[in-house]
């Protein structure tokens, strides 16, 4: 059984002039918590409706379970859920009766399926509350409930705790966390806040303009922002290619022209000053800093901060 649930191969979406997406290479593992992290407009939602076939890739391939998407869609997608902008739901029914319309159309068999998803997201069965008097979090765990109620495989869900009050917040990363830990679900999330990713992922994957940058577990992206050596050089490019020709390291990240980070604290700094002298780069200055996981989402989007 293959151990790769979601797997995308160049995968981009055009807009005109511009990509929504660009070359796309995503990995989600089977029974992993993968966090899509960027900051809003950065491709997470164009993403999500790509493997979910919401929207067609203008190039490249999505595979799940093994299989590509296209010509697949009728045996894949029925086991996922996913909770992708607002459903449709009726305003004037209660939560149970918006489920039931979704279990006839989808065809769901099991009788207490609705019961069982209102429970596992904390909703009462049969309320007489409609839906326009729900709360934002109560709204938020229906559609949660909504994902969950054919009990699929994988889980797809786009910004789940957005606009939640920190107790809603609680509640929904708690039923993420039960859902993979103790239902066995792969789940794939976005968000643009650094702090519940963090809290949550086992893998995490850094987009910016539509640019995967970094795909990770959490324990090495962990370690890699941690603790770097940073080097002020006269030439980042030459530094970068003795880099990887010398000490066959490719785990650096060029800032700009004078500025190279390195994250393998296991090269001897005096070494790599010496090579780098015996092929004419003048080096500035050479230490080892301490950064926080922000930290080191600044250093890796060129850009600020995020949530």
């Known amino acids: 059984m293959s151990e790769m649930i979601i797997e995308t191969r160049h995968l981009t979406k055009q807009y005109g002039a511009q ?48 299989k590509a998407l296209r010509g697949n869609e009728k045996k894949v997608l029925p086991r996922i859920g996913s909770m992708i902008e ?17 279990a006839t159309l989808r065809g769901i068999p099991k009788a207490s399926a609705i019961q069982d998803a209102l429970t596992f997201v904390g909703l009462p069965y049969r309320d007489k509350k409609l839906f326009s008097q729900y709360s934002l979090g109560m709204k938020q765990r229906l559609a949660l409930a909504l994902a ?31 859902l993979s830990g103790k239902k066995g679900k792969t789940i794939l999330l976005s968000s643009h806040i650094l702090s519940e990713i ?25 370690r890699k922002s941690n603790r770097y050596i940073h080097f002020i050089v006269s030439d980042t490019a030459s530094a970068a290619l003795l880099l990887e020709s010398v000490f066959q390291e490719t785990h650096y990240t060029v800032q ?14 005096e070494r790599i000053i010496s090579t780098y002298v015996e ?22 989007t060129g850009g600020e901060g995020i949530a």
Not at 257 to 269: A, C, R, T
């Open 19 to 66: 990509k929504g997406v660009s070359d796309l290479n995503l990995h989600v593992r089977r029974g992993r918590i993968y966090g899509l992290l960027g900051r809003n407009g950065a491709g997470k939602t164009t993403t999500m409706k790509m493997l979910l076939g919401l929207t067609p890739p203008s190039a490249g391939e999505v595979i799940l379970w093994g």
């Open 86 to 102: 607002s459903p449709g739901f009726y305003p004037n029914l209660t939560g149970t009766e918006n489920l039931h319309i979704f």
């Open 148 to 178: 969950v109620m054919h009990d699929p495989e994988l889980l797809i869900l786009d910004e789940p705790i957005n606009g939640l009050d920190p107790i809603g917040i609680a509640e929904v990363r708690t039923f993420i966390r039960d």
């Open 198 to 222: 963090a809290l949550l992922a086992d893998d995490i994957g850094i987009i910016d303009q539509g640019v995967l940058l970094e795909e990770e577990s959490f324990e090495e992206l962990e």
């Open 256 to 269: 700009d022209d004078h500025h190279i980070i390195l994250y393998n604290l296991e090269l001897p700094v």
């Open 279 to 300: 092929n004419g780069l003048e080096v500035f200055e050479a230490h080892t800093c301490e950064e926080t996981l922000e930290d080191y989402f600044k250093h890796v």
